[in-house]
């Protein structure tokens, strides 16, 4: 499975931005899709997640209620839709998939990853 994001930008604070990730197929998978991301000098961390058959989603408290995510299944796309932005939404954001159940925060379950986008919020 190979993933291409795509999305990322300048926005200042309060606006919003939609990223994309396009998965390459879907016979064997992906089970399930998620977007992490990872500020300078920060560890990676889970954002969003997404089961592709059953629409299950999970977020971070840092992000919910501000971040949507969900499928375009004709177009084996998932959306992250960013609203509200903060300063501290600054990172580089990576979609990630796997085709095995797993525990959705933990980045070493994901056996796909994409290229990563950059999300820049200014104050």
């Known amino acids: 499975v190979q993933l291409q994001a795509s999305g990322g930008g300048l926005v200042q604070a309060g606006g919003s931005l939609r990223l994309s990730c396009a998965a390459s197929?879907?016979?064997?998978?992906?089970?399930?899709m998620a977007w992490f991301r990872q500020a300078p000098g920060k560890e990676r961390e889970f954002v969003s997640w997404?089961?592709?058959?059953?629409?299950?989603?999970y977020y971070a408290d840092s992000v919910k209620g501000r971040f949507d995510i969900n499928i375009d299944n004709a177009k084996n796309t998932v959306y992250l839709q960013m609203n509200s932005l903060k300063p501290e939404d600054t990172a580089v954001y990576y979609c990630?998939?796997?085709?095995?159940?797993?525990?959705?925060?933990?980045?070493?379950?994901?056996?796909?990853w994409g290229q990563g986008t950059l999300v820049t919020v200014s104050s």
């Open positions: 197929e879907r016979t064997f998978g992906p089970y399930s």
């Open positions: 990630a998939a796997r085709t095995q159940s797993g525990i959705y925060y933990r980045a070493d379950t994901y056996a796909y």
């Open positions: 997404i089961a592709w058959s059953s629409g299950t989603t």
